[in-house]
């Protein structure tokens, strides 16, 4: 049978359903003889993957909604109570359209099932999930959430006991444990006011709060010198896009005395729509127009902004030329691993097995720096629930001390009291580290220029192209297979020195569909599909003696493999 075949067989059993309520019915029914958008909902089921679930929002067998919520949980009940004989869940979820509705859901599939639930009442970060999962002893959590996605999508990510996300061997068994329900009719469902009644359904308040912002704190390295006005000195502006970042953020900020802080007014609401923006996402310049604007209004020092379940961060600083530039992802990790690793030096707190995590796509600047100061440095594959494995290890066996974690994709983690990065205290440290310099004279792009001069001027870039559809999926395989089956001789006028192929299994890494290029120069990219979006990425790093330099081998670089790439798609 055909895959558009399938899938309108699938439609039609959605709208014979009794199951499926009227609404989603009446939704269907407006794309009916639309084949295309019949495929393209129903061709497959939404993929529960490593990362758990995420995708558009709307009816149908490959959309998030109601329904592939209540399977994704019944099935992910099945795998828990196969973990323990009492299981419990906390579960948050974010500022997006229907994340209050799933998350809800969800607890009363798992009520259904006898499972004990901690619930958030409202929007909370997605790391404060992490910490409430290790502080109430659950036994998972779930976080209902698609992170910095367009406004259309939303999405689950799935927990286990130490507070991370689900690493491949847990996931797959989720996975075979969801697939297994097989009708709506399996889904077990609760009430609220039973689930209520029979303490299956707890609400979380404001002691769990206050117990996460004093673990962010606990993480300040200079909380004296900011109390006695280094602080106060420091002029922030604050954006939350739209998300649960607001109270957090600026509570930890707070709590440590940095009190100068202003927020973006008219993207301090949570709005599901993001109306403020083209996406929500702090890795992108236009997120921070309006924070732009009121720093230059308000002469600035620092601009900080939080995704939609503010666990990714992104900052603006001034240049020598007084212009607002935001740092990549990259800039700040380098940033935050030298100024943490500093200031435990200079205390001689650094222990002699410290070690920092970052993936195999964040650039090697970072761990020149934390080898310089006498740290080892581990790489894991993409997504932060490699870097929380490794952590959970050193913490049964005692091998290491974690130091910090970090990606390339702004998200960044130091303290043992979570295991998914945290934009709360993230933005913390980036202002507290900026109130430490300003004390000395000095900016954090001053900063970045001296480890720039110290260790070369690394530069990276990274291209993402949006493939949707079946269509997409079949053109990114397309990509990664030419590039594996044929990998191509040099890259923008450099040669290639040594293919990595992360689907065999390198390094003692779990195999995963990712490709890394390492050049003669030292160079490299990577190409990886993104496991949350219909997308493949392909990220460049280089290393120059100058900026003007490493600008021109970075741009090389990029428009050698895009040329091949953009053939293909």
């Given at each position: 049978m055909s895959v558009t075949a399938i899938a309108s067989e699938r439609y039609q059993a959605w709208l014979s359903d009794p199951l499926i309520d009227e609404a989603t019915k009446e939704e269907l029914r407006g794309i009916a003889g639309d084949e295309k958008e019949i495929t393209d909902r129903f061709y497959r089921d939404l993929e529960f993957g490593t990362g758990g679930l995420r995708g558009v929002m709307g009816a149908?067998?490959?959309?998030?909604?109601?329904?592939?919520?209540?399977?994704?949980?019944?099935?992910?009940?099945?795998?828990?109570?196969?973990?323990?004989?009492?299981?419990?869940?906390?579960?948050?979820?974010?500022?997006?359209?229907?994340?209050?509705?799933?998350?809800?859901?969800?607890?009363?599939?798992l009520a259904g099932n006898?499972?004990?639930?901690?619930l958030f009442p409202s929007l909370r970060p997605t790391p404060q999930l992490s910490f409430?999962?290790?502080?109430?002893?659950?036994?998972?959590?779930?976080?209902?959430?698609?992170?910095?996605?367009?406004?259309?999508?939303?999405?689950?990510?799935?927990?286990?006991?130490?507070?991370?996300?689900?690493?491949?061997?847990?996931?797959?068994?989720?996975?075979?444990?969801?697939?297994?329900?097989?009708?709506?009719?399996?889904?077990?469902?609760?009430?609220?006011?039973?689930?209520?009644?029979k303490g299956l359904l707890v609400w979380l308040g404001e002691e769990d709060d206050r117990r996460f912002i004093e673990a962010v704190a606990a993480q300040s390295l200079n909380r004296d010198l900011l109390k006695r006005g280094a602080g106060a000195d420091l002029k922030v502006i604050f954006t939350p896009l739209h998300g649960t970042g607001n109270h957090p953020v600026r509570e930890a900020l707070a709590e440590i005395g940095i009190s100068n802080v202003s927020v973006v007014q008219e993207q301090e609401q949570p709005d599901g729509f993001f109306s403020t923006v083209k996406s929500p996402n702090p890795e992108e310049r236009e997120a921070f127009t309006l924070a732009i604007r009121q720093a230059?209004?308000?002469?600035?020092?620092?601009?900080?902004?939080?995704?939609?379940?503010?666990?990714?961060?992104?900052?603006?600083?001034?240049?020598?030329?007084?212009?607002?530039?935001?740092?990549?992802?990259?800039?700040?990790g380098a940033l935050l691993v030298n100024y943490v690793l500093s200031q435990l030096k200079e205390r001689g707190q650094l222990p002699a097995n410290g070690v920092v995590v970052k993936t195999i796509v964040t650039s090697e600047m970072g761990a020149d720096i934390a080898k310089a100061h006498g740290a080892e440095v581990i790489n894991t594959l993409t997504g932060f629930k490699y870097i929380g494995e490794k952590m959970t290890e050193f913490e049964r066996t005692g091998s290491h001390a974690f130091l910090f974690g970090y990606e390339e994709s702004y998200g960044y983690l130091t303290g043992m009291y979570a295991?998914?990065?945290?934009?709360?205290?993230a933005a913390m440290l980036i202002a507290e580290a900026a109130a430490f310099y300003k004390h000395q004279g000095k900016t954090l792009y001053d900063v970045l220029l001296e480890l720039y001069a110290e260790y070369g001027t690394y530069l990276e870039g990274l291209e993402s192209r949006t493939l949707k559809g079946l269509d997409g999926v079949q053109k990114i395989d397309a990509i990664m297979d030419s590039f594996r089956n044929s990998p191509p001789a040099e890259a923008?006028?450099?040669?290639?020195?040594?293919?990595?192929?992360?689907?065999?299994?390198?390094?003692?890494?779990?195999?995963?569909?990712?490709?890394?290029?390492?050049?003669?120069?030292?160079?490299?990219?990577?190409?990886?599909?993104?496991g949350t979006e219909p997308k493949i990425k392909v990220y460049f790093a280089v290393r120059g003696d100058s900026q003007q330099a490493a600008g021109a081998a970075l741009e090389a670089l990029r428009s050698s493999v895009m040329e091949r790439v953009d053939a293909l798609a």
């Open positions: 149908g067998t490959n959309r998030l909604n109601a329904y592939t919520v209540g399977k994704a949980t019944q099935g992910l009940a099945h795998w828990l109570l196969a973990q323990t004989d009492s299981p419990s869940v906390v579960i948050a979820h974010d500022s997006r359209n229907n994340s209050p509705e799933f998350s809800l859901d969800a607890a009363l599939v006898g499972i004990k639930t901690y409430a999962v290790r502080e109430l002893g659950a036994s998972g959590g779930i976080v209902i959430t698609a992170s910095h996605n367009p406004p259309e999508y939303n999405g689950y990510k799935a927990y286990g006991p130490e507070g991370c996300q689900l690493v491949p061997h847990e996931a797959e068994q989720a996975i075979e444990a969801i697939a297994r329900v097989g009708s709506f009719a399996e889904i077990k469902r609760l009430g609220r006011e039973e689930a209520e009644a230059q209004e308000q002469d600035a020092d620092l601009i900080i902004g939080t995704d939609p379940d503010a666990d990714r961060v992104g900052a603006v600083v001034r240049n020598n030329q007084g212009e607002f530039v935001v740092l990549t992802g990259n800039q700040s295991r998914d990065k945290d934009a709360v205290v923008g006028g450099v040669k290639i020195a040594e293919v990595l192929d992360y689907s065999l299994g390198l390094d003692g890494l779990p195999k995963e569909n990712v490709l890394k290029y390492m050049l003669e120069d030292g160079s490299w990219f990577t190409l990886r599909p993104s």
